[in-house]
Protein backbone atom coordinates (compact mmCIF):
# COMPACT_ATOMS: atom_id res chain seq x y z
CA UNK A 1 0.00 0.00 0.00
CA UNK A 2 3.10 2.62 0.11
CA UNK A 3 3.13 2.88 -3.22
CA UNK A 4 -0.20 3.33 -3.66
CA UNK A 5 -0.35 6.13 -0.71
CA UNK A 6 2.92 7.57 -2.57
CA UNK A 7 0.82 7.97 -5.93
CA UNK A 8 -1.80 9.58 -4.91
CA UNK A 9 -0.66 11.92 -2.39
CA UNK A 10 2.04 12.84 -5.61
CA UNK A 11 -0.92 14.28 -7.30
CA UNK A 12 -3.48 15.10 -4.65
CA UNK A 13 -2.08 18.77 -4.26
CA UNK A 14 -2.00 20.03 -7.31
CA UNK A 15 -4.87 19.14 -8.41
CA UNK A 16 -6.79 21.04 -5.72
CA UNK A 17 -4.46 23.76 -6.42
CA UNK A 18 -5.83 23.45 -9.66
CA UNK A 19 -9.44 23.50 -8.97
CA UNK A 20 -8.92 26.38 -6.57
CA UNK A 21 -7.41 28.24 -9.37
CA UNK A 22 -9.84 27.62 -11.75
CA UNK A 23 -12.72 28.22 -9.83
CA UNK A 24 -11.36 31.72 -8.73
CA UNK A 25 -10.84 32.33 -12.47
CA UNK A 26 -14.82 31.92 -12.80
CA UNK A 27 -15.85 33.71 -9.96
CA UNK A 28 -16.07 37.24 -12.14
CA UNK A 29 -18.69 35.09 -14.85
CA UNK A 30 -20.36 33.97 -11.66
CA UNK A 31 -20.04 36.66 -9.42
CA UNK A 32 -23.66 37.93 -8.28
CA UNK A 33 -24.55 37.92 -5.12
CA UNK A 34 -27.42 35.46 -5.85
CA UNK A 35 -25.30 32.84 -7.20
CA UNK A 36 -23.30 32.97 -4.02
CA UNK A 37 -24.81 29.72 -2.63
CA UNK A 38 -24.33 27.97 -6.35
CA UNK A 39 -20.48 28.76 -6.22
CA UNK A 40 -20.30 27.52 -2.22
CA UNK A 41 -22.09 24.39 -2.86
CA UNK A 42 -19.51 23.55 -6.16
CA UNK A 43 -16.54 24.12 -4.35
CA UNK A 44 -17.74 22.23 -1.53
CA UNK A 45 -18.49 19.36 -3.74
CA UNK A 46 -14.67 20.04 -4.98
CA UNK A 47 -13.33 19.50 -1.71
CA UNK A 48 -11.71 15.81 -0.35
CA UNK A 49 -11.69 12.81 -2.31
CA UNK A 50 -8.54 10.56 -3.05
CA UNK A 51 -8.74 12.09 -6.35
CA UNK A 52 -8.41 8.45 -7.94
CA UNK A 53 -9.72 9.63 -11.56
CA UNK A 54 -6.58 12.47 -11.95
CA UNK A 55 -4.28 9.72 -10.37
CA UNK A 56 -5.20 7.20 -13.44
CA UNK A 57 -4.53 10.21 -15.96
CA UNK A 58 -1.57 11.59 -14.58
CA UNK A 59 0.38 7.78 -14.21
CA UNK A 60 -1.04 7.31 -17.96
CA UNK A 61 0.45 10.34 -18.98
CA UNK A 62 3.80 9.39 -16.96
CA UNK A 63 3.94 5.85 -18.43
CA UNK A 64 3.91 7.39 -22.08
CA UNK A 65 7.08 9.12 -21.35
CA UNK A 66 5.45 12.60 -20.30
CA UNK A 67 6.65 15.32 -18.36
CA UNK A 68 6.57 14.70 -14.55
CA UNK A 69 6.31 18.51 -13.50
CA UNK A 70 4.67 20.17 -15.98
CA UNK A 71 2.04 21.60 -14.43
CA UNK A 72 -0.72 21.65 -17.24
CA UNK A 73 -1.21 17.67 -16.97
CA UNK A 74 -2.56 18.14 -13.53
CA UNK A 75 -4.88 21.06 -14.53
CA UNK A 76 -6.24 18.25 -17.17
CA UNK A 77 -6.19 15.88 -15.24
CA UNK A 78 -7.97 17.93 -12.38
CA UNK A 79 -10.64 18.34 -14.95
CA UNK A 80 -12.15 15.12 -13.90
CA UNK A 81 -12.96 15.94 -10.66
CA UNK A 82 -15.49 18.29 -12.01
CA UNK A 83 -16.82 15.46 -14.27
CA UNK A 84 -16.91 13.41 -11.04
CA UNK A 85 -18.85 16.01 -8.92
CA UNK A 86 -21.37 16.69 -11.60
CA UNK A 87 -22.23 12.91 -11.64
CA UNK A 88 -22.29 12.54 -7.86
CA UNK A 89 -24.60 16.04 -7.60
CA UNK A 90 -27.07 14.43 -10.76
CA UNK A 91 -26.85 10.80 -9.11
CA UNK A 92 -27.96 12.52 -5.52
CA UNK A 93 -30.92 13.43 -7.60
CA UNK A 94 -31.84 10.40 -9.10
CA UNK A 95 -31.64 8.47 -5.71
CA UNK A 96 -33.00 10.92 -3.53
CA UNK A 97 -30.28 10.83 -1.36
CA UNK A 98 -30.12 12.81 1.55
CA UNK A 99 -26.21 13.28 2.35
CA UNK A 100 -23.00 12.68 -0.25
CA UNK A 101 -19.42 12.42 2.23
CA UNK A 102 -21.30 13.08 5.38
CA UNK A 103 -23.17 16.46 3.63
CA UNK A 104 -26.49 17.17 2.65
CA UNK A 105 -26.73 16.47 -0.95
CA UNK A 106 -26.73 19.46 -3.30
CA UNK A 107 -31.00 19.11 -3.72
CA UNK A 108 -31.67 18.89 0.23
CA UNK A 109 -29.23 21.91 0.74
CA UNK A 110 -30.71 24.14 -2.04
CA UNK A 111 -34.11 22.86 -0.95
CA UNK A 112 -33.36 23.82 2.62
CA UNK A 113 -32.52 27.01 1.60
CA UNK A 114 -35.21 27.67 -0.21
CA UNK A 115 -37.11 26.75 3.27
CA UNK A 116 -34.97 28.98 5.45
CA UNK A 117 -35.81 31.85 3.42
CA UNK A 118 -39.64 31.38 3.23
CA UNK A 119 -39.29 31.35 -0.43
CA UNK A 120 -42.68 30.93 -2.80
CA UNK A 121 -43.64 26.98 -3.98
CA UNK A 122 -42.09 24.06 -3.55
CA UNK A 123 -38.65 23.96 -1.94
CA UNK A 124 -38.07 19.95 -3.28
CA UNK A 125 -38.67 21.05 -6.67
CA UNK A 126 -36.63 24.30 -6.50
CA UNK A 127 -33.82 22.41 -4.70
CA UNK A 128 -33.98 19.50 -7.49
CA UNK A 129 -33.98 21.78 -9.99
CA UNK A 130 -30.86 24.09 -8.40
CA UNK A 131 -28.77 20.75 -8.13
CA UNK A 132 -29.65 19.78 -11.78
CA UNK A 133 -27.97 23.28 -12.94
CA UNK A 134 -25.09 22.76 -10.42
CA UNK A 135 -24.17 19.90 -11.96
CA UNK A 136 -24.41 21.37 -15.54
CA UNK A 137 -22.32 23.86 -14.27
CA UNK A 138 -19.72 21.71 -13.30
CA UNK A 139 -19.91 19.67 -16.36
CA UNK A 140 -19.49 22.53 -18.87
CA UNK A 141 -16.79 23.68 -16.45
CA UNK A 142 -14.61 20.26 -16.93
CA UNK A 143 -15.11 20.66 -20.44
CA UNK A 144 -13.73 24.49 -19.96
CA UNK A 145 -10.86 23.17 -17.57
CA UNK A 146 -9.65 20.53 -20.15
CA UNK A 147 -9.52 22.71 -22.86
CA UNK A 148 -7.90 25.89 -21.18
CA UNK A 149 -5.24 23.21 -18.94
CA UNK A 150 -2.18 24.07 -21.04
CA UNK A 151 -1.23 21.29 -22.62
CA UNK A 152 0.00 21.53 -26.34
CA UNK A 153 -2.76 21.53 -28.78
CA UNK A 154 -1.97 18.46 -30.73
CA UNK A 155 -2.18 16.51 -27.07
CA UNK A 156 -5.47 17.74 -26.47
CA UNK A 157 -6.81 17.12 -30.25
CA UNK A 158 -5.23 13.47 -29.99
CA UNK A 159 -6.94 12.88 -26.72
CA UNK A 160 -10.43 14.53 -27.77
CA UNK A 161 -12.30 11.78 -28.81
CA UNK A 162 -11.37 9.88 -25.51
CA UNK A 163 -12.29 12.86 -23.34
CA UNK A 164 -15.57 12.93 -25.19
CA UNK A 165 -16.14 9.07 -25.18
CA UNK A 166 -15.89 9.24 -21.38
CA UNK A 167 -18.67 12.07 -20.87
CA UNK A 168 -21.07 10.01 -23.05
CA UNK A 169 -20.17 6.72 -21.29
CA UNK A 170 -21.18 7.91 -18.04
CA UNK A 171 -24.34 9.39 -19.13
CA UNK A 172 -25.17 6.01 -20.54
CA UNK A 173 -24.23 4.01 -17.39
CA UNK A 174 -26.85 6.74 -15.71
CA UNK A 175 -29.13 5.53 -17.50
CA UNK A 176 -28.74 1.89 -17.73
CA UNK A 177 -28.50 2.38 -13.80
CA UNK A 178 -31.84 3.68 -13.73
CA UNK A 179 -33.20 1.08 -15.95
CA UNK A 180 -31.95 -2.00 -13.89
CA UNK A 181 -33.83 -0.73 -11.31
CA UNK A 182 -36.82 -0.12 -13.44
CA UNK A 183 -37.10 -3.75 -14.40
CA UNK A 184 -36.64 -4.93 -11.06
CA UNK A 185 -34.44 -7.92 -11.39
CA UNK A 186 -30.95 -8.25 -13.06
CA UNK A 187 -28.86 -10.80 -14.45
CA UNK A 188 -24.79 -11.06 -13.86
CA UNK A 189 -24.04 -9.81 -17.41
CA UNK A 190 -26.35 -6.78 -16.92
CA UNK A 191 -24.85 -6.11 -13.63
CA UNK A 192 -21.55 -6.12 -14.84
CA UNK A 193 -22.47 -3.95 -17.93
CA UNK A 194 -23.93 -1.39 -15.15
CA UNK A 195 -20.51 -1.72 -13.07
CA UNK A 196 -18.33 -0.92 -16.43
CA UNK A 197 -20.34 1.78 -17.65
CA UNK A 198 -21.34 3.47 -14.69
CA UNK A 199 -18.22 3.85 -13.04
CA UNK A 200 -15.79 1.17 -14.33
CA UNK A 201 -14.40 3.18 -17.76
CA UNK A 202 -15.00 6.69 -16.65
CA UNK A 203 -13.48 6.34 -12.97
CA UNK A 204 -10.15 3.78 -14.01
CA UNK A 205 -9.98 2.88 -18.01
CA UNK A 206 -10.69 6.25 -19.63
CA UNK A 207 -8.88 8.23 -17.27
CA UNK A 208 -5.63 6.00 -18.23
CA UNK A 209 -6.31 6.47 -21.67
CA UNK A 210 -6.34 9.75 -21.52
CA UNK A 211 -3.77 10.56 -19.62
CA UNK A 212 -1.75 7.72 -22.01
CA UNK A 213 -2.52 9.44 -25.47
CA UNK A 214 -2.01 12.54 -24.37
CA UNK A 215 1.85 12.10 -23.76
CA UNK A 216 2.08 10.13 -26.79
CA UNK A 217 -0.15 12.23 -28.82
CA UNK A 218 -2.03 9.43 -30.56
CA UNK A 219 -3.83 6.19 -30.23
CA UNK A 220 -1.63 2.93 -29.88
CA UNK A 221 -2.73 -0.82 -30.06
CA UNK A 222 -0.51 -1.26 -27.04
CA UNK A 223 -2.15 1.66 -25.46
CA UNK A 224 -5.68 0.47 -25.67
CA UNK A 225 -4.43 -2.87 -24.89
CA UNK A 226 -3.36 -1.49 -21.55
CA UNK A 227 -6.46 0.19 -20.88
CA UNK A 228 -8.83 -2.82 -21.74
CA UNK A 229 -6.76 -5.19 -19.70
CA UNK A 230 -5.57 -3.20 -17.15
CA UNK A 231 -7.94 -0.31 -16.92
CA UNK A 232 -11.42 -2.37 -17.53
CA UNK A 233 -10.57 -5.34 -14.87
CA UNK A 234 -9.69 -2.14 -12.19
CA UNK A 235 -12.65 -0.21 -13.08
CA UNK A 236 -15.36 -3.27 -12.47
CA UNK A 237 -13.39 -4.22 -9.66
CA UNK A 238 -13.82 -0.63 -8.61
CA UNK A 239 -17.32 -0.51 -8.68
CA UNK A 240 -17.40 -3.75 -7.27
CA UNK A 241 -16.27 -3.02 -4.10
CA UNK A 242 -18.45 0.73 -4.41
CA UNK A 243 -21.73 -1.91 -4.60
CA UNK A 244 -19.88 -3.54 -1.45
CA UNK A 245 -19.28 -0.42 0.81
CA UNK A 246 -22.87 0.75 -0.29
CA UNK A 247 -24.47 -1.86 1.79
CA UNK A 248 -21.92 -3.17 4.20
CA UNK A 249 -19.95 0.16 4.25
CA UNK A 250 -19.05 2.26 7.86
CA UNK A 251 -21.73 5.17 7.61
CA UNK A 252 -18.47 7.49 9.48
CA UNK A 253 -16.41 6.74 6.83
CA UNK A 254 -18.69 6.18 3.48
CA UNK A 255 -20.85 9.59 4.54
CA UNK A 256 -23.85 7.40 3.36
CA UNK A 257 -26.62 6.15 6.02
CA UNK A 258 -25.88 2.10 6.57
CA UNK A 259 -27.51 0.03 3.65
CA UNK A 260 -28.38 3.13 1.79
CA UNK A 261 -28.23 1.42 -1.93
CA UNK A 262 -30.76 -0.66 -0.15
CA UNK A 263 -33.01 1.66 0.06
CA UNK A 264 -32.41 2.69 -3.24
CA UNK A 265 -33.18 -0.49 -4.95
CA UNK A 266 -29.86 -0.68 -6.90
CA UNK A 267 -29.55 -3.81 -8.84
CA UNK A 268 -25.95 -4.40 -8.42
CA UNK A 269 -24.03 -7.50 -8.72
CA UNK A 270 -24.16 -8.65 -5.00
CA UNK A 271 -27.60 -8.17 -5.80
CA UNK A 272 -28.05 -10.20 -8.70
CA UNK A 273 -25.69 -13.03 -7.34
CA UNK A 274 -28.05 -12.84 -3.93
CA UNK A 275 -31.26 -13.71 -5.89
CA UNK A 276 -29.55 -16.45 -7.86
CA UNK A 277 -28.95 -18.08 -4.71
CA UNK A 278 -31.44 -17.54 -2.37
CA UNK A 279 -34.17 -19.73 -1.32
CA UNK A 280 -37.57 -19.20 -2.18
CA UNK A 281 -38.17 -17.18 1.38
CA UNK A 282 -34.95 -15.29 0.97
CA UNK A 283 -36.04 -14.12 -2.39
CA UNK A 284 -39.26 -13.23 -1.21
CA UNK A 285 -37.91 -10.53 1.29
CA UNK A 286 -35.16 -9.26 -0.69
CA UNK A 287 -37.94 -8.36 -3.95
CA UNK A 288 -40.25 -7.06 -1.16
CA UNK A 289 -37.63 -5.07 0.50
CA UNK A 290 -35.28 -4.18 -1.37
CA UNK A 291 -35.87 -0.18 -2.97
CA UNK A 292 -38.39 0.72 0.26
CA UNK A 293 -37.17 4.01 1.10
CA UNK A 294 -38.61 3.42 4.66
CA UNK A 295 -36.76 0.64 4.97
CA UNK A 296 -35.04 0.70 9.07
CA UNK A 297 -32.20 -0.77 10.63
CA UNK A 298 -33.66 -4.28 10.91
CA UNK A 299 -34.45 -4.36 7.78
CA UNK A 300 -31.51 -3.42 6.52
CA UNK A 301 -29.91 -6.01 8.71
CA UNK A 302 -31.77 -8.66 7.00
CA UNK A 303 -31.00 -8.15 3.99
CA UNK A 304 -27.31 -7.66 4.92
CA UNK A 305 -27.74 -11.63 6.48
CA UNK A 306 -29.27 -12.63 3.29
CA UNK A 307 -26.59 -11.40 0.96
CA UNK A 308 -24.21 -12.59 3.16
CA UNK A 309 -25.85 -16.43 3.72
CA UNK A 310 -26.30 -17.12 0.45
CA UNK A 311 -22.78 -16.23 -0.12
CA UNK A 312 -23.40 -13.17 -2.50
CA UNK A 313 -20.79 -10.79 -0.11
CA UNK A 314 -18.23 -14.21 -0.70
CA UNK A 315 -18.44 -14.21 -4.27
CA UNK A 316 -18.13 -10.55 -5.00
CA UNK A 317 -15.13 -10.20 -2.93
CA UNK A 318 -13.66 -13.03 -5.30
CA UNK A 319 -14.46 -11.47 -8.14
CA UNK A 320 -12.69 -8.27 -6.58
CA UNK A 321 -9.71 -10.48 -5.77
CA UNK A 322 -9.79 -11.89 -9.45
CA UNK A 323 -10.50 -8.62 -11.61
CA UNK A 324 -7.04 -7.44 -9.28
CA UNK A 325 -5.22 -10.13 -9.96
CA UNK A 326 -5.64 -10.51 -13.56
CA UNK A 327 -4.89 -6.31 -13.89
CA UNK A 328 -1.82 -6.75 -11.98
CA UNK A 329 -0.54 -9.05 -14.27
CA UNK A 330 -1.56 -7.04 -17.05
CA UNK A 331 1.15 -4.56 -16.15
CA UNK A 332 4.07 -7.21 -16.03
CA UNK A 333 4.37 -6.79 -20.26
CA UNK A 334 3.07 -3.50 -20.61
CA UNK A 335 5.61 -1.06 -22.45
CA UNK A 336 5.66 1.80 -19.97
CA UNK A 337 8.47 3.57 -17.14
CA UNK A 338 9.08 1.54 -14.09
CA UNK A 339 8.01 4.14 -12.24
CA UNK A 340 4.19 4.26 -13.94
CA UNK A 341 3.96 0.53 -13.50
CA UNK A 342 4.61 0.19 -9.63
CA UNK A 343 2.37 3.56 -9.31
CA UNK A 344 -0.44 1.77 -11.10
CA UNK A 345 -0.15 -1.27 -9.24
CA UNK A 346 -0.46 0.43 -6.18
CA UNK A 347 -3.28 2.47 -7.23
CA UNK A 348 -5.29 -1.12 -8.35
CA UNK A 349 -4.84 -1.98 -4.86
CA UNK A 350 -6.16 2.05 -3.55
CA UNK A 351 -9.35 1.21 -6.11
CA UNK A 352 -10.66 -1.72 -4.76
CA UNK A 353 -9.88 -1.88 -1.56
CA UNK A 354 -10.75 1.43 -0.40
CA UNK A 355 -12.77 2.32 2.23
CA UNK A 356 -14.79 5.34 1.62
Known amino acids: MIASVAALDLIRTEVERSLRRFVDRQRPQVGAPELAPVVAAAEDFLSGGKRLRPAFCYWGWRGAGGDADDPAIFAAAASLELLQASALVHDDVMDASDLRRGMPSAHR ?14 AEQFGEGAAILLGNLMLIWSGEMWRTSGLRPASLEAAQQVYDDMRTELMCGQYLDLLEQAHGENTFDSALRVALFKSGKYSVEQPLRLGLVL ?5 RPWID ?3 EDYGRCVGIAFQLRDDVLGVFGDPEETGKPAGDDLREGKRTMLIARTLAAASPEQAAVVRDTLGDPELDAAGVDRLRQIIEETGAL ?7 KAYLEEALVSLEGSPIADDARAALAGLAVAATSRRT
Do not use: T, V
Open 109 to 122: RFEELHRKAGWRGS
Open 215 to 219: AAQGR
Open 225 to 227: RLC
Open 314 to 320: AACEEMI
